[in-house]
C-alpha cells in the first residue's frame, strides 16, 4: 500500500503528523517513515506518551549531535527519553523545536493503547503537540463483534459512552462512534484529521469497515475528515 498516497500526504512542506488511537499506531509509523525515507524525507520519530524501546536508530537524549550525526546517516532517527527498561518517552519543547528544524517530517505517537485494537481516550489525551499537521486515528477493524472490556482500551469510559455493560459485543456503529466521540467531535479544525481502519483481510471486514466509514461519515456533516481502510503491515 502506497500510504503516502492514500493518506493525501503532501510531498513538499514540513509535516508534523501525530498518530493516535489503537490497533496499529507502530505499523503506521514505521510504513510511513518508509516511505518517507524511500522519497529522500528526513524523517525523526519521537512520541509524547511513551512507546517501546527500539533497539537501533535512537538516541535517548537530547543531544542534538547525536541526533543529527544518526539523522544524516541513516535518513531518519527516533528520539526520545528512556522512561524504564521497556520504554522510552519524550523530549522537551525546546528539544521537539529543534527536532521539527533539522526534519522534514516528525513523527509523533501521541496515544498509548496498551497493544489493544480499540480506544477511548481519557480527558487528557491524546496528547498532540500544536505544531501538528495531520492527526492520524488508527483502529483495528478487528474489535467489531468482540466483547468490549476485551479489546477496547479504556473501556470503562467507553462503556459509559456507549451505555453498554463490559459484556456488550461491538457492533460497527459503536466503533464509528468511538471514534468519532474520542478523536473527532472536539478537533482542532486547524490540523488535518485522517480516520484509518487497520487490520482489514477478508471480504467480510472490508464490508465491516465500509459500515464503520458510512456512520462517522454521518455523524461529520462537513465531511472534512479523511476516512481509509486497509492493512498497514502484510500478514
Request: glycine share 6%; proline share 2%; hydrophobic share 40%.
Amino acid at each position: 500500500m502506497d500510504l503516502l498516497e492514500a493518506l493525501h500526504i503532501p510531498n513538499e512542506g514540513k509535516m508534523v503528523i501525530s498518530v493516535v488511537g489503537a490497533g496499529g499506531k507502530t505499523s503506521c509509523m514505521e510504513k510511513l517513515k518508509e516511505q518517507l525515507v524511500a522519497k529522500g524525507k528526513r524523517v525523526i520519530i519521537t512520541t509524547t506518551t511513551q512507546m517501546y524501546l527500539p533497539t537501533r536508530h535512537v538516541v535517548l537524549n537530547e543531544d542534538m549531535n547525536a541526533i543529527k550525526s544518526t539523522l544524516n546517516r541513516d535518513g531518519f532517527v527516533i528520539v526520545g527519553t528512556k522512561a524504564n527498561e521497556e520504554k522510552m518517552k519524550g523530549v522537551s519543547q525546546a528539544c521537539f523545536l529543534q527536532l521539527l528544524l533539522i526534519s522534514d517530517v516528525l513523527l509523533v505517537e501521541a496515544d498509548g493503547s496498551r497493544r489493544l485494537p480499540i480506544k477511548f481516550p481519557a480527558t487528557f489525551e491524546p496528547v498532540i503537540r500544536e505544531q501538528t499537521n495531520r492527526v492520524i486515528v488508527v483502529t483495528g477493524i478487528d474489535s467489531v463483534g468482540k466483547k468490549i472490556s476485551e479489546v477496547c482500551h479504556r473501556f470503562e469510559l467507553a462503556k459509559q459512552i456507549l451505555k453498554v455493560e463490559e459484556d456488550h459485543l461491538l457492533d460497527e456503529k459503536d466503533v464509528a462512534v468511538l471514534i468519532y466521540k474520542g478523536y473527532l467531535e472536539n478537533r482542532n479544525m486547524n490540523q488535518a484529521h485522517t480516520v484509518f481502519l487497520n487490520k482489514v483481510d477478508t471480504k467480510r471486514q472490508d464490508q465491516m469497515a465500509d459500515t464503520v466509514l458510512k456512520y462517522i461519515e454521518e455523524m461529520e456533516h462537513t465531511q472534512s475528515i479523511l476516512l481509509k481502510k486497509g492493512r498497514l503491515m502484510q500478514s
